[in-house]
């Protein structure tokens, strides 16, 4: 009897979790970890500078802290592997990114808020990768790996969710109200992600082998693609972390700013799924360097968005091209690096995150200077724009 029952425990353990629940659990673990943890601060900010005076240069430092927390996660990630297998730091970094959530509401210290968004990066970050890695381990494992890039579609419903009820929360208790609301979500979306997911038998599987520097001819197959990859981090972040906030301070545009941000998501949710599908029919280059001018259309545009209609469009086309440029990016680099795929990925992240780190606070600290965000966007575009060049003329992709 005893045997009996060690063996069944066994086949329970051994049994493969459903992929589907498994995907829709990380759907909405990523919309806790990213499209609030991260991107809640967005459609927030406009209610900070409204109630409290909060300006351009200190929104765009709190964001680079925030960004700054992310790339020290990702290389924590990276350098120790073996933090990915740890179940109460795995818990803990979901706590604290709802924890962080919740607390930017009981304090109106600039210190306290930066402690709390860098806390909140690389919390944010731990969550993304452990997130990834066990739900494309789960895909693979049945066969199921075409369903992967659907995983990130939870970030851009977290950024539509956020949006649609930010102004909502706003009515009842005003920016205060707006993070309690976010942080009081996201602990429902985390139960519903566990509940739905299922109990794993253990943390993320990974080597316990740190990430030595890439071998010298990966890194020169990811030359240019690095670089473009930086660009985009400097140019989409502006995007991301100003957008609700320059529609609110357009003339007749106020009472749309937090609808913008809800037309991004919905943009972003689909959109990792329709790139790859186009990169199958294209190419990824062909793919990619659509997706950057695209993108410096849309930053252009946001420039002269005097009208709802041009707002939403230029909403639509960041919200519909960022994420798509990271996942085409993020798996050509593994393709040029195959056999070194996670030292690959984390000179990919370092690249993006610097172009994070240093957008936002140049941008604010533009804006402040110039009485607007003409210039911080004319630069972005400029940078996007040189992201596509390099795009074009790389020789590292393949022929299709």
Not at 116 to 135: D, K, N, P, T
Not at 292 to 315: D, E, F, H, M, N
Not at 342 to 369: E, H, I, N
Request: overall charge positive.
């Amino acid at each position: 009897m005893k045997n009996l029952t060690s063996k069944t425990a066994a086949l329970a353990a051994a049994s493969p979790r459903s992929p589907v629940r498994v995907l829709i659990g990380g759907i909405l673990g990523m919309m806790v970890a990213m499209g609030i943890g991260r991107f809640a601060f967005t459609p927030i900010l406009p209610l900070m500078q409204r109630d409290l005076g909060v300006s351009h240069s200190l929104a765009g430092g709190l964001a680079s802290l925030n960004y700054i927390g992310y790339l020290a996660g990702a290389l924590a990630c990276a350098i120790w592997p073996g933090l990915l297998r740890s179940v109460p730091l795995n818990i803990g970094a979901l706590a604290a990114c709802i924890g962080t959530t919740l607390l930017m509401a009981l304090t109106t210290d600039p210190f306290w808020w930066g402690a709390l968004r860098l806390l909140a990066g690389g919390a944010s970050a731990l969550l993304f990768v452990v997130i990834a890695i066990e739900v494309s381990e789960i895909l693979a494992q049945s066969r199921h790996n075409s369903w992967s890039s659907a995983l990130y579609g939870g970030i851009g419903l977290g950024i539509a969710l956020s949006g649609a009820l930010v102004p909502l929360l706003d009515r009842i208790n005003g920016w205060r109200g707006a993070w309690l609301g976010m942080g009081g979500l996201s602990v429902v979306l985390a139960l519903l992600g566990v509940m739905v997911a299922g109990k794993r038998r253990g943390a993320v599987a990974v080597s316990d082998k740190g990430t030595a520097p890439p071998a010298t001819n990966c890194l020169s197959g990811l030359a240019r693609l690095a670089t473009a990859y930086l660009c985009e981090g400097f140019g989409y972040i502006i995007s991301a972390t100003f957008l609700v906030t320059m529609i609110a301070h357009t003339p007749g545009l106020a009472g749309f700013a937090s609808w913008s941000w809800v037309a991004v998501g919905l943009a972003a949710a689909p959109s990792t799924v329709i790139w790859q599908r186009t990169a199958a029919r294209i190419g990824v280059r062909p793919a990619l360097t659509v997706a950057y001018l695209l993108q410096t259309v849309g930053l252009l545009l946001s420039i002269t968005a005097a009208t709802p209609l041009k707002a939403g469009l230029a909403a639509t086309i960041f919200g519909g091209t960022f994420l798509g440029i990271v996942a085409l990016s993020m798996a050509e680099a593994g393709r040029r690096c195959t056999l070194e795929g996670r030292r690959a990925a984390a000179v990919m992240t370092v690249c993006f995150s610097v172009g994070q780190v240093v957008g936002p606070s140049l941008a604010g600290f533009l804006a402040d200077k110039q009485g607007g965000f003409g210039l911080p966007l004319l630069l972005a575009a400029i940078v996007v724009a040189s992201g596509a060049i390099l795009t074009a003329t790389d020789r590292h992709y393949s022929r299709k």
